[in-house]
């Protein structure tokens, strides 16, 4: 019989790569995981690392161990979410795992009302963009993940998951103040074709690039980040023109940028709640679900004034 607990620390050595980086991440000694690792390799009757000048490196049978402990550990943490469930929430714990926009425009309202609703739940949370909260959510390292896609581009999340739509996300274009066009009440994509742009990072890009390819321009990008706020900046500073999305628009901009609505269908985003696909949902998860759909029920008709600001 293999023994969790030494399945969790054969996790955290293929994680950290070493016997010391695994020590440091379990509050263990250098010496104890030594010994864990060498009673599973017993357990297992197979060798499942390799030491070398480098650290160590998982053999065949380790990483098909580690990749069943992903699975086994998953499980185990559901049931503890069950056992809170059943004491009515009175403990347990939720992780959710949120892209930076969504962490500033939703979390923020969601945690507070979760938390007044259930105090005794240990609430946590990580930023990660949706391809890296994916993983974790298949992991059993966050029970839920706020996700995005983009329509345009055919996208759903990708993985193994279950998908709860929360809103749809529309693009907006960020002006400088001076720009010629600052004083339209909505502008076409077309009007924008002689400007230079400040573009996002892969699937950003790709949308910025769709959203003109469909007015039928190719843009001239002049530089590209991953951050709205140095999008807004550089925005302001007169470098160029984007496209900035709602969620961004409800957390302020930048006071030397003008948002315009897009005259037409504007491009946007499908923002979704991640569980694991036909996992069980703990009461926390079901919760937080209602609580997500609460906040993000109004959220359009909140955003309104912020839409054209300028």
């Known amino acids: 019989m293999l023994d969790v607990r030494r399945l969790r620390v054969l996790r955290e050595v293929a994680a950290c790569g070493s016997f010391s980086g695994a020590a440091d991440a379990l509050s263990f000694t250098q010496s104890a995981v030594s010994q864990q690792m060498a009673a599973l390799e017993r357990e297992a009757g197979a060798s499942l690392v390799e030491r070398g000048a480098r650290g160590v490196r998982l053999t065949?049978?380790?990483?098909?161990?580690?990749?069943?402990?992903?699975?086994?550990?998953?499980?185990?943490?559901?049931a503890e979410q069950e056992l809170a469930a059943i004491a009515g929430l009175r403990g347990g714990r939720l992780?959710?795992?949120?892209?930076?926009?969504?962490?500033?425009?939703?979390?923020p309202d969601a945690v507070r009302a979760f938390s007044e609703r259930y105090p005794d739940v240990e609430l946590g949370l990580r930023e990660a963009e949706p391809q890296e909260s994916l993983v974790a959510l298949k992991a059993g390292e966050c029970d839920l993940a706020?996700?995005?896609?983009?329509?345009?581009?055919?996208?759903?999340?990708?993985?193994d998951v279950d998908l709860v739509r929360l809103?749809?996300?529309?693009?907006?274009?960020?002006?400088?103040r001076d720009h010629r066009l600052a004083a339209r009440a909505r502008v076409r994509m077309e009007q924008l074709?002689?400007?230079?742009?400040?573009?996002?990072?892969?699937?950003?890009?790709?949308?910025?690039?769709?959203?003109?390819?469909?007015?039928?321009?190719?843009?001239?990008?002049?530089?590209?980040?991953s951050d709205?706020?140095?999008?807004?900046?550089?925005?302001?500073?007169?470098?160029?023109?984007?496209?900035?999305?709602?969620?961004?628009?409800?957390?302020?901009?930048?006071?030397?940028?003008?948002?315009?609505?897009?005259?037409?269908?504007?491009?946007t985003r499908t923002i979704w709640a991640a569980t694991p696909a036909g996992g069980y949902r703990s009461a926390a998860v079901e919760a937080m679900l209602g609580i997500l759909e609460e906040v993000c029920?109004?959220?359009?008709?909140?955003?309104?004034?912020a839409a054209s600001v300028g």
Not at 146 to 159: C, T
Not at 167 to 175: F, Q
Not at 297 to 305: D, K, V
């Open 297 to 305: 029920s109004g959220f359009e008709e909140r955003l309104a004034p």
């Open 146 to 159: 706020l996700v995005y896609a983009y329509p345009a581009l055919r996208q759903e999340p990708d993985g």
């Open 95 to 107: 992780r959710l795992a949120s892209f930076q926009s969504a962490g500033a425009a939703l979390v």
């Open 228 to 267: 709205y706020a140095t999008m807004q900046g550089l925005v302001a500073a007169g470098v160029g023109v984007t496209l900035l999305p709602d969620l961004v628009l409800a957390t302020g901009t930048n006071p030397g940028v003008v948002v315009r609505p897009l005259a037409g269908e504007a491009p």
């Open 167 to 176: 809103l749809e996300d529309k693009m907006h274009a960020a002006l400088p």
């Open 60 to 78: 065949d049978a380790g990483r098909a161990l580690v990749r069943h402990a992903d699975a086994v550990l998953a499980r185990l943490d559901d």
């Open 193 to 225: 074709s002689g400007d230079a742009w400040i573009s996002g990072d892969l699937a950003c890009g790709r949308l910025l690039r769709h959203a003109c390819d469909a007015a039928g321009f190719d843009p001239r990008v002049r530089l590209e980040t």
